[in-house]
Nanobody
């Protein structure tokens, strides 16, 4: 499965951005992670094709929203009220498995990864 992430860019603090991830075929669990310079990869959001989610860490809850379009094998990350600490490379990830809720935050549960799209929040 090949994943293509897009939608990153430069945005001012308080602004919004919507990322997209298009997969070459259907997957069951879809997620977003991010990695800031000098930091570990961090879970941002996840959703299943059917029957579960979305899931967010506390840092994203209320500001970020993950959604999917199964017909297009595409999922999205709507990011609002962006802060400078949201600056990172954002990666989409997918698994053909229905990852259980307790494990969706673990990067090593996902077999497929996109190339990353850079988000910079700065005035």
């Amino acid at each position: 499965v090949q994943l293509q992430a897009s939608g990153g860019g430069l945005v001012q603090p308080g602004g919004s951005l919507k990322l997209s991830c298009a997969a070459s075929e259907g997957t069951f669990t879809m997620a977003w992670f991010r990695q800031a310079p000098g930091k570990d990869r961090e879970f941002v959001a996840a959703i299943r094709r059917s029957g579960g989610g979305p899931y967010y860490p506390e840092s994203a809850r209320g500001r970020f929203s993950i959604s999917r379009d199964n017909a297009k094998n595409t999922w999205y990350l709507q990011m609002n009220s962006l802060k400078s600490e949201d600056t990172a490379v954002y990666y989409c990830a997918a698994s053909r498995r229905g990852i259980i809720a307790g494990l969706v935050r673990r990067a090593n549960e996902y077999e497929h990864w996109g190339q990353g799209t850079e988000v910079t929040v700065s005035s």
